[in-house]
């Protein structure tokens, strides 16, 4: 499918992702620069890697696959309720964190329940960045575009994906993400007009799914139980690092909002080009793998060079969504795992290098599991719901809630919530034809809030016991 053309501009994006790599390598003096590009990404550039991390493989080929498969109300369930859930992140949230002196969530958990939550949650974060949905992508890609092995084509991604983020930390990562979106959007929408009148627009597209009428539908077309799971799984980007990493890593509370609110216009509207080329592949190509079909539409539309661009665009997605969680995930694993089990403080030097063994680790990971999964979005959801199960409540109720806070309440709301998700997970109830398979996070995230509320009245206040060790520090030092 790709011309030699084609792959020499393929070649060429790599050689440029590894000089940029390189170039902010040598800024890196400590772990703010390293990890949060010294706060001082602006305005532009905080846009750029905030969609470009949204529309990995999972936002652009797996959104594809979940239209195909359940039309319509993929956009209407997931899309309009996952964006508009973002507004008080933006107006509200976001800020709280930037004005934190907490680099990571779990220095968050530890200042409000203590170290043995902090711990905990660090494992179940370090799980999360593990991002298989994206991986999962790319075999499909590597099918389209090359008729590569995926196994192949996921091992030269996560290479290429370790070695920019080890290299020049989130300032590199965010410079990469600006120019790969671009690639990635110029693919998508110069292919779909062409693709949209081709079938003759919206009404060609009711005849052409004529015998699956439920897929035009913004609601039917989908089980009841997967679009509660998906409205839940909104909620997850309060619990996510990677938006809170951006927030603390803008210039100023001001540059945070106003980009997380300019990205609304652009994620809507690039939503419904992809989910509109998902119907329609399915309409034109029932019997294939959507995501393998949509890949091969769009390389057969356009010119030599431009198809080229498009992989770039695709996969340089995926790395961008990749390497912010990886970079997440190994400062995860060296300054809140093993620095908190050792129980000291880590220089810059040594939790860099071990970030960087934490990457490298997420990469390992990712293909061992990434292709027991069939559908890109079934990957993602999987880790969504597990993380959301263990950390969304103790850390949106201890940003949002004043009152008591303590270590039982954090533990007790991690431990039972993955425990009723892994039991539902292990044994699936069906409850009717209609509802389809019982969610496991649906019931897992009322108990995890049952039990924080719980256990927040055993204890004491983790705020009370900090100024309890700071008066005994005063007096250590009289």
């Known amino acids: ?31 703010e620069s390293f990890y949060l590009a010294n706060r001082s990404l602006p305005w532009s550039l905080v846009v750029g890697t905030l969609v470009a991390s949204w529309y990995g493989g999972v936002g652009v080929v797996g959104t594809v696959g979940y239209a195909a498969a359940f039309g319509f ?24 964190i930037h004005i934190r002196s907490d680099v990571t969530i779990p220095d968050f958990l530890d200042s409000t329940y203590g170290k043995w939550v902090a711990i905990l949650g660090s494992i179940f974060l370090f799980i999360y960045c593990s991002q298989l949905g994206e991986i999962t992508a790319t075999g499909y890609i590597g099918q389209a575009a090359w008729g590569a092995d995926k196994v ?12 920019l983020t080890c290299l020049g930390g989130l300032m590199g990562v965010a410079v990469t993400d600006m120019i790969m979106f671009a690639c990635m959007v ?12 081709t079938v003759g627009g919206l009404s060609g597209l009711e005849e052409l799914l004529s015998a699956n009428k439920e897929l035009l539908d913004p609601v039917a077309g989908m089980p009841m139980s997967k679009a509660i799971m998906l409205l839940i799984l909104c909620l997850n980007v309060y619990a996510d690092p990677s938006f809170y990493q951006r927030f603390s890593a803008s210039n100023s509370v001001k540059t945070g909002r106003r980009a997380m609110l300019t990205c609304f216009s652009l994620w809507v509207a690039f939503d419904v080009v992809i989910v509109l080329t998902g119907m329609i592949v399915r309409g034109l190509y029932p019997e294939a793998i959507p995501e ?58 040594t939790v860099v290098n071990l970030s960087r063994i934490g990457c490298c680790i997420l990469g390992l990971i990712g293909l061992l599991l990434a292709f027991k ?23 949106v109720g201890g940003l949002m809630y004043k009152g008591k806070k303590t270590q039982a309440g954090g533990l007790m ?39 924080w509320v719980i256990g927040n009245k055993i204890g004491k206040d983790k705020s009370e016991l900090n100024k309890l060790d700071k008066e005994k520090n005063i007096i250590k030092s009289l």
Do not use: Q
């Open 413 to 451: 709301s991690m431990i039972s919530g993955v425990l009723v998700f892994a039991y539902f997970k292990l044994n699936p109830i069906t409850i009717s034809e209609t509802f389809g398979i019982l969610e496991p996070i649906i019931i897992a995230l009322p108990v995890s809030f049952i039990l």
């Open 73 to 96: 109300s993929s956009w209407a369930i997931w899309s309009v309720g996952a964006h508009l859930i973002r507004f008080p992140l933006a107006l509200w949230v976001g800020p709280k």
């Open 292 to 349: 393998v079909a949509y890949v091969s539409v769009i390389l057969s539309e356009l010119p030599a060079g431009l198809r080229g661009m498009f992989i770039v665009g695709l996969m340089g997605a995926i790395i961008s969504t990749l390497d912010s969680y990886y970079l997440i995930g190994g400062t995860t694993l060296a300054n809140d795992i093993y620095g908190r089990l050792l129980n000291k403080k880590l220089s810059d030097k």
């Open 1 to 31: 499918m790709l011309t030699m053309v084609d792959n020499i501009v393929i070649i060429l994006f790599v050689a440029f992702v590894i000089y940029v790599g390189y170039y902010f390598s040598k800024s890196i003096k400590d772990m």
């Open 152 to 163: 192949v084509v996921g091992v030269v991604v996560v290479l290429l994906t370790i070695l």
């Open 186 to 197: 110029c693919g998508v929408c110069l292919v779909f007009p062409k693709l949209f009148d």
């Open 373 to 395: 999964f069939t559908m890109v979005y079934d990957a993602i959801a999987f880790l969504m719901s597990l993380w959301m199960s263990a950390a969304f409540v103790p850390i």
